[in-house]
């Protein structure tokens, strides 16, 4: 069961440098998210997507775009890295989130450094 | 605004009974849930309310007042696996889930 798989799991950029997070599950599920966490913080959503060839913005979608060209597959990209987006990056999937409990899934997580 | 708060730290004995509180206020209120995440790794659910009182799953079990914005976690029996962060999220009127920054909890033999 592999439930949400994200790559890569560490990396280093340099200021500037672009990149692309990628997510994929395979539990069917109609919701995807991208979150950031910091130490200190509770979890922020920077991206979401409802279903396939659809996105929309989070709480914090300045510096990122993404795209989910397969249902399966949410990728989160960085134009141009800052250090400020140093973090730990998780991805995450769900039933429609107006189905009671449904509870969102996660990924294991990118380690992002940005020098 | 829309703020939830938790403790930041937390210390127990392995054995014994810890509470972990959460505070809410949000647009709106669709649920209420709580995960575990172990220190590198990914949150996993651990409960969910929708309604007024508690329900159990086991040594834990969560408990939600609606009219106070108010839920917790209770984990009996603690073992030291159980040293983890434990989140509290709300879902707001949009279904969006509003986050904690998480309780971490230490368990000392």
């Known amino acids: 069961n592999a439930g949400v798989t994200q790559t890569p799991k560490f990396r280093v950029l340099k200021t500037g440098q672009s990149m692309t997070l990628l997510c994929a599950q395979d539990?069917?599920?109609?919701?995807m998210y991208w979150y950031r966490q910091d130490p200190g913080m509770g979890l922020r959503l920077i991206h979401y997507s409802v279903g396939e060839g659809t996105t929309a913005k989070g709480e914090v979608p300045d510096g990122y775009n993404v795209s989910r060209l397969k249902k399966q597959n949410f990728l989160l990209g960085l134009e141009s890295a800052a250090p400020s987006q140093t973090s730990v990056y998780f991805c995450?999937?769900?039933?429609?989130?107006?189905?009671?409990?449904?509870?969102?899934?996660f990924g294991d997580g990118t380690r992002l450094s940005i020098l | 605004g829309q703020n939830i708060d938790q403790p930041t730290e937390m210390t127990a004995t392995e054995g014994a009974i810890v509470q972990i509180n959460c505070t809410y206020q949000?647009?709106?209120?669709?649920?209420l849930f709580w995960y575990q995440q172990h220190a590198g790794e990914a949150p996993t659910f651990l409960s969910y309310?929708?309604l007024d009182g508690l329900e159990e799953k086991g040594r834990f079990s969560s408990f939600l007042s609606r009219s106070k914005g108010y839920s917790y976690l209770l984990l009996k029996e603690l073992q030291m696996k159980d040293s983890a962060s434990y989140l509290c999220a709300v879902k707001d009127s949009n279904y969006q889930l509003i986050w904690g920054a998480g309780t971490k909890l230490i368990i000392k033999p």
């Open positions: 539990m069917n599920h109609e919701y």
């Open positions: 995450a999937s769900s039933y429609l989130p107006d189905r009671g409990g449904q509870p969102q899934h």
């Open positions: 949000t647009s709106g209120f669709n649920g």
């Open positions: 309310n929708v």
